[in-house]
């Protein structure tokens, strides 16, 4: 072969791989982690699962970041990872009652409440099926007090459940993301076990966070194939594929969903109401058939005859989203693959183009394993974090504590994420404010959209090739 035309391969192959991600995920350190926390009586049952970041908006560099404990509340920190208030979880309302259990946080800025913006950070209530709002005191910040307070109106109703006693079938609030929209705010909320998702509303009630439901929508529980059968996800008796991670696009008005045994979806938010989803990935296990295992009390999937009609990016449990603004809709939007410890990126504008795939390896803190939730910032964040900030839940922090198994959250610098890869990620720290978002109206509506406030799972959803 000449020396012209191998040159010429090496650069379509080039080009190839470039333009379909890397081949083998990049890794990259983190290089700053919050204090282990310990699921055991000893530990007060902490289970770190997803975190938000708050930006401080008279000195970025002493932002502060949220991160749930599911049954043993919250916790706040620096970005030093130092750990700076600690809000226990509600406790049981009875003795057959289920206690509080956090476990999704997000932030809205600038929520008129009792006449004042207030910046709230918004966190589902798994155990007793509420959103709880805790506002934000920036002065407290700067004089390192304590900066949250519970801000819920006491007489919040469940989110799903029809009756207290339904809510200790724990069939509850699970994900949640939220957004604004001008002087209103939103927060979308997932249901445990279920495949149903909700849309509130955040209201004023004397100086209190309350909400009300605007929009329903059903994701699908069964898929048929391309080959005509049916394929249900594999799941514990009586549970369907439920959705944790999710992300709005402030700017596109589009959420993204991760149902965890099925993939990604991208799903259209047009005055405040569910559009068509569409799912744009697949999880590698889509499709494969499975069997429940009764003495182990899991699935076991039939891998031997997987008809290979999974994606080639997430492996099960697709888990936590977030989304990386830049100028003019580009940007991307992250996906945690829980199954292999990686993390997948797609193009935010177009069709959601895969990009590739990264993992947070060993360096100055241990690696991220079985990531649940993420948040990324794109805005400076003082002298540690000057191109943006990646916060990753890590699923086995080490070194354990004997035979304790601990889990943190990891901070990693976006440029570390960005420069990692062949062809490096974007690096825009002026295109977006968390703090200042502007609705982008380039979409079109949908003429045969239903009315507000109805369920939406007669919508047919669709599922690329």
């Not at 990259?28 to 997803?50: H, I, K, Q």
């Not at 099926?129 to 910040?141: E, G, L, N, T």
């Not at 459940?161 to 699970?174: H, M, S």
């Not at 901070?411 to 609705?439: M, Q, Y």
Request: net charge negative.
């Amino acid at each position: 072969m000449s020396a012209f035309a191998l040159s010429a391969l090496t650069a379509l192959a080039t080009a190839f791989a470039l333009s379909t991600g890397p081949a083998v995920p990049v890794s990259l350190p983190a290089t700053v982690e919050t204090p282990a926390v310990y699921d055991d009586e000893a530990g007060g049952n902490a289970d770190a699962d997803d975190p938000a970041v708050w930006v401080d908006p008279e000195n970025p560099g002493r932002s502060i970041v949220i991160g749930t404990l599911k049954e043993a509340g919250l916790d706040v920190y620096g970005l030093d990872g130092r750990r700076l208030q600690h809000i226990a979880a509600p406790e049981a309302p009875g003795r057959d009652a289920k206690p509080g259990r956090y476990n999704n946080v997000d932030i809205v800025y600038g929520f008129e409440l009792d006449g004042e913006e207030t910046d709230l950070a918004l966190v589902s209530d798994r155990g007793r099926d509420r959103i709880r709002a805790f506002a934000i005191d920036p002065d407290a910040v700067a004089a390192g007090r304590p900066p949250l307070k519970d801000v819920t109106a006491p007489d919040v109703a469940p989110v799903f459940a029809a009756d207290e006693a339904e809510v200790d079938d724990q069939r509850t609030a699970y994900g949640l993301s939220a957004f604004s929209d001008d002087d209103d705010a939103y927060v979308v909320v997932s249901q445990r076990e279920e495949t149903r998702l909700r849309l509130l509303k955040l209201k004023d009630e004397d100086g209190l966070v309350g909400y009300e439901a605007e929009d329903t929508l059903d994701l699908p529980g069964t898929f048929t194939l391309p080959d005509g059968t049916d394929w249900t996800p594999c799941a514990d008796p009586g549970e369907r594929p439920q959705v944790e991670g999710m992300a709005v696009d402030q700017e596109e008005r589009v959420l993204y969903a991760a149902q965890e045994s099925v993939g990604l979806w991208r799903i259209e938010l047009d005055d405040e109401e569910f559009e068509k989803p569409e799912l744009l990935d697949r999880v590698r296990e889509y499709g494969t058939p499975w069997t429940y295992d009764p003495a182990e009390e899991e699935c076991v999937l039939d891998t031997d005859n997987d008809p290979g009609f999974g994606g080639e990016h997430l492996s099960a449990d697709a888990e936590g989203v977030t989304i990386y603004h830049a100028e003019d809709g580009t940007g991307y939007v992250l996906a945690s693959s829980q199954g292999d410890d990686t993390f997948a990126v797609y193009e935010r504008n177009g069709h959601n183009d895969f990009v590739g795939s990264f993992r947070v390896g060993d360096g100055a803190t241990d690696g991220v394993q079985h990531s649940d939730g993420s948040m990324v910032v794109n805005v400076p964040l003082g002298r540690s974090f000057p191109k943006g900030l990646l916060i990753t839940h890590d699923g086995e922090a080490t070194p354990a504590d004997g035979d304790r198994e601990g889990t943190n959250f990891k901070f990693v610098r976006w440029d570390a994420v960005a420069g990692a890869f062949p062809e490096p990620l974007t690096i825009d720290t002026e295109s977006f404010d968390p703090r200042d978002v502007h609705w982008r109206p380039n979409r079109t509506t949908d003429p045969a959209a239903p009315v507000a406030g109805s369920a939406r799972s007669h919508r047919a959803p669709v599922v690329r090739s």
